[in-house]
């Protein structure tokens, strides 16, 4: 059943699906992040977005993401998917739904998910800017594979 | 046979997302020389290499029948 609060889909993200997932009468709080896509970024302007994953490691990362939250903030459900496939401007490209008995905890366990995806989910994006396009390689979305190869940054 | 999944710019440079490999045993350092030398793609350094759906080091060994995974750094979210 877990991995049903994990998913990978190639549809529009519901975001009332996302939460209804971690309600709970336990629950006094519920933060959610929804990630969409930007049209400018540091004055370059993108047309459309492309995300491709590597689904079955990526449903087991998400999975991972969510078991770490609940070590660290115990009594939190989250359940996040994220979307794959072509995206336009303003397109929701992932939703992170958290519950908590308090407010704090479901704030951080919400902050610390959305670092973790990109860290450590197998998830790509590619702009298609204006003039050209760029499969990115870093986690802060600032930083194209220059040559079009992979960039690690320090 | 090792199957060798390509994402994002490294499937583009290969023009495929999969490569089937005749190789019984091999650790992922000297796959990663392999797929340099053999398939044109560079930068493997920088890449992080998946063994059966679970982030593995250089010096792990990959099987016959092991799905590997090359996975450059990734930008979800």
Do not use: P
């Given at each position: 059943m877990t991995q049903e609060f994990f998913q990978i889909s190639d549809e529009p993200i519901q975001v009332d699906e996302i939460v209804k997932k971690v309600e709970s009468?336990?629950?006094g709080a519920i933060t959610t992040f929804i990630g969409t896509v930007r049209e400018w970024t540091k004055g370059k302007r993108t047309l459309y977005l492309e995300y491709q994953a590597y689904k079955p490691m990526a449903i087991k990362m998400l999975t991972t993401i969510g078991k770490e939250i609940q070590t660290k903030w115990p009594n939190t459900e989250v359940a996040i998917t994220h979307r794959v496939g072509r995206l336009d401007i303003s397109d929701i490209a992932v939703v992170i739904a958290v519950s908590s008995p308090h407010r704090k905890a479901a704030y951080e366990a919400n902050e610390y998910a959305i670092e973790r995806i990109k860290q450590i989910v197998p998830i790509w994006k590619k702009e298609h800017w204006e003039n050209g396009e760029t499969w990115l390689g870093d986690q802060l979305e600032n930083v194209p594979y220059p040559e079009g190869k992979p960039h690690i940054k320090e | 046979m090792i199957t060798v999944l390509l994402f994002a710019q490294l499937q583009e440079d290969a023009g495929t997302d999969q490569l089937e490999l005749?190789?019984?045993?091999?650790?992922?350092?000297?796959?990663?020389e392999r797929l340099q030398s053999d398939y044109n793609l560079s930068k493997l350094d920088q890449v992080m290499v998946a063994v059966n759906e679970e982030y593995a080091l250089d010096d792990d060994v990959i099987k016959k029948g092991d799905t590997v995974a090359i996975i450059p750094p990734v930008s979800g979210g």
């Open positions: 009468r336990d629950a | 005749n190789i019984d045993e091999i650790n992922v350092r000297e796959l990663k």
